[in-house]
T-cell receptor
Framework: AQKITQTQPGMFVQEKEAVTLDCTYD???????LFWYKQPSSGEMIFLIY??????QNATEGRYSLNFQKARKSANLVISASQLGDSAMYFC??????????????FGKGTKLSVIP | ETGVTQTPRHLVMGMTNKKSLKCEQH?????MYWYKQSAKKPLELMFV???????ENNSVPSRFSPECPNSSHLFLHLHTLQPEDSALYLC????????????FGPGTRLTVT
């Protein structure tokens, strides 16, 4: 079974509008971290935001916020006031806190976001 | 220089060649990673080094050989590659510890002919 599922291969959003990118995850580990990365066409993966499994509040970083619903195992990324420079691939990732995979970031397949002027 | 740098940015090599990818991090981190990103597939972790010791090797073929001479540098030595090895190879670094974010370099776009 996939550990990270991103169901939207591609999304379009009008400039200045908000957009939500979906991510669901699967783990039996009580301690884990969830990450969102942005990958522009240049290839570099840019860290955006982090949510810990024990964090009480949803993470926010500027225009990025993470809608963390632990019971539903979802960690959706919300981008407010979209800009043309937000056009990129967005990856959700998880790191589990125990066992042999504790160093591993497991990535989803990504969502390609296109911002329309 | 700041962040994580990778050289070369692009590499074309034949199946009989030997080449090396270089990664350098200027963030004071003590863990470094190699990932492979193929078209339409999630990122795949290849190797992890923590405090210059290899701590994970995810069933990577022996034609890929990592080297971590110190906490700032990571190499990936390539020999007798196959065309299916063509991909974007990303290096990352982080503070050792399970829940720290990883910072990525710009990647090396490798084409095996």
């Amino acid at each position: 079974a996939q550990k990270i599922t991103q169901t939207q291969p591609g999304m379009f959003v009008q400039e200045k509008e908000a957009v939500t990118l979906d991510c669901t995850y699967d783990t039996s580990d009580p301690s884990y971290g969830l990450f969102w990365y942005k990958q522009p066409s240049s290839g570099e993966m840019i860290f955006l935001i982090y949510q810990g499994s024990y964090d009480q509040q949803n993470a926010t970083e500027g225009r990025y916020s993470l809608n963390f619903q632990k019971a539903r195992k979802s960690a959706n990324l919300v981008i407010s006031a979209s800009q043309l420079g937000d056009s990129a691939m967005y990856f959700c990732a998880m790191r589990e806190d125990s066992g042999a995979g504790s160093y591993q970031l497991t990535f989803g397949k990504g969502t390609k976001l296109s911002v329309i002027p | 220089e700041t962040g994580v740098t990778q050289t070369p940015r692009h590499l074309v090599m034949g199946m009989t060649n030997k080449k090396s990818l270089k990664c350098e991090q200027h963030l004071g981190h003590n863990a470094m990673y190699w990932y492979k990103q193929s078209a339409k597939k999630p990122l795949e972790l290849m190797f992890v080094y923590s405090l210059e010791e290899r701590v994970e090797n995810n069933s990577v073929p022996s034609r890929f050989s990592p080297e971590c001479p110190n906490s700032s540098h990571l190499f990936l030595h390539l020999h007798t590659l196959q065309p299916e090895d063509s991909a974007l190879y990303l290096c990352a670094s982080s503070q050792d510890g399970q829940l720290y974010e990883q910072y990525f370099g710009p990647g090396t776009r490798l084409t095996v002919t």
